[in-house]
């Protein structure tokens, strides 16, 4: 087997698997360097990548692999000046200073309409720190909106690509706090050493910044030792500089000069992708109008989103039962209260009577004709007529597997007629249309 050949249609498929970010700045770095004992080995320059590439990529890349080879290839990869233990416990050591997350990195974060400008801001930044023009950067938004993790994925990443970086991410409020015991116990020297000395400083949620001088002329001095080295700044929010009224104006005039953005509220199409994502990350799956549900009624933010999702799974496992649309509802109660009534859709009609008589959705668009689906199957129809407003024949028809509008017509008016005279299909609907509307 020629490996260089191989290699090269490997990268043709992880290109398309995994996001330009990692391809690029990790998968790119790879270079085979022989097979042997069903084994391809790769080699990348520092030692680092190769543990970042070891624990996050080496399934995708494995997978790739075997998918051209008719054998189960396993990939081992190595570093020429593979770290010693020492190098790796000094890494360590050096990344537990920068109080970083690694599960906030950018290809756990979704980008969509409403953070692409910050999403770019915070890459560009990553890439180059200080170098960029955009310092300090000022990211503000509402709570839950993706904030945290993209500062915290500069850090990340900004260390993947120069492990000797010295990052500091910070919370305001424990800033501050560390300053006042630090003033306390007389080590204001250890603070300054930290905070002055740093190449990037990610200073989370200023907007809790204390009115006191003391900690508002620190940060004044930080700024203006890390601005005037180029070192890089990062400043989160939930209000742009102008408007935090509690901060000194020779501060937010500093905080202004670089690039300030914004993260507003994800739309719809957003908020798929990250509930696919977080799914995919937590190798879940979930029946599409449980997702539909969640996608649609959970919009306050992101951080809500992921906590609906958790609770709908925690809920399915206490109570060891099926995660349906009835179960996602009951977990979810609190979260929907005072909110508007969930927004009905036919997939959502079709998953609610589709439990209700112990089928799938997928019977109920197949082309099957025996009664026990049939009769369903008109009964979904009927109900979203007339529960839909705004829905036409054709659109229910396409819904039911590509059906025509005529034949919705006819399970329409079958269940109508039915209904004069036929007492459990009127108990049947009544049921179903009260667990659609959502009235107990
Ligand atoms: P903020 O700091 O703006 O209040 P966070 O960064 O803490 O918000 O985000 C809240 C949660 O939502 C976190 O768990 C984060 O990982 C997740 N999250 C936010 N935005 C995204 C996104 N675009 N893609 C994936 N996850 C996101
Ligand atoms: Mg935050």
Not at 331 to 338: F, I, P, T
Request: glycine share 4%; net charge negative; proline share 3%.
């Amino acid at each position: 087997m020629d490996i260089t050949k191989l290699w090269q249609e490997t990268l043709l498929l992880l290109e398309k698997t995994l996001t330009d970010v990692v391809y690029n700045s990790m998968i790119m770095k790879l270079s085979p360097i022989k097979l042997e004992n069903n084994t391809l080995y790769l080699s990348v320059e520092s030692s680092f990548f190769k543990t970042a590439i070891n624990s996050r990529y080496l399934y995708d890349i494995t997978r790739c692999v075997r998918s051209l080879t008719d054998i189960d290839i396993e990939v081992q990869i190595e570093s020429p000046n593979d770290k010693t233990t020492e190098e790796t416990i000094k890494f360590a050591e050096n990344y537990a200073k920068t109080n970083l997350r690694p599960k906030y990195t950018f290809d756990t974060f979704v980008k969509g309409k409403s953070n692409e400008m910050a999403y770019a801001a915070a890459l560009s930044i990553a890439e180059q720190p200080g170098e960029s023009s955009y310092n300090p950067l000022f990211l503000y938004g509402g709570v839950g909106l993706g904030k945290t993790h993209l500062v915290q994925s500069i850090g990340n990443f900004a260390l993947e690509q120069n492990p000797n970086l010295s990052v500091v991410y910070q919370s305001t409020e424990s800033f501050t706090n560390e300053l006042i015991y630090s003033i306390r116990d007389k080590t204001t020297q250890n603070f300054k050493n930290k905070y002055r000395r740093c190449d990037l400083l990610l200073l989370d949620d200023i907007q809790f910044l204390e009115r006191t001088v003391e900690t508002q002329e620190e940060i004044f001095h930080t700024f203006n030792t890390l601005y005037n080295e180029n070192k890089q700044i990062v400043l989160t929010s939930d209000l742009p500089p102008k408007e935090l009224g509690n901060i000194e104006k020779r501060l937010t005039t500093r905080f202004g000069m670089g690039l300030i953005v914004d993260v507003t509220l994800p739309d719809y199409e957003t908020r798929a992708a990250i509930l696919e994502k977080k799914l995919h990350l937590e190798r879940l799956a979930l029946p599409p109008a449980v997702k539909e549900f969640i996608i649609r009624n959970i919009v306050s933010n992101i951080r809500d989103l992921e906590g609906a999702l958790n609770k709908v799974i925690a809920y399915a496992r206490f109570t060891n039962t099926p995660i349906t649309l009835e179960l996602t509802r009951e977990a979810l109660k609190d979260q929907l209260e005072g909110a508007e009534k969930p927004i009905i859709t036919v997939e959502y009609i079709q998953q609610i009577v589709a439990d209700y008589h112990k089928i799938t959705v997928e019977d109920l668009n197949s082309r099957r004709r025996t009664k026990d689906i049939v009769i369903p199957r008109q009964i979904a129809m009927y109900l979203a007529r007339k529960i839909m407003k705004n829905v036409t024949l054709p659109q229910i028809g396409a819904a039911f597997g590509k059906r025509d509008h005529t034949t919705v017509m006819h399970g329409c008016e079958k269940i109508s007629g039915e209904l004069e005279y036929d007492a459990k299909l009127q108990d049947t609907i009544l049921d179903l249309e009260r667990k659609i509307v959502g009235e107990e």
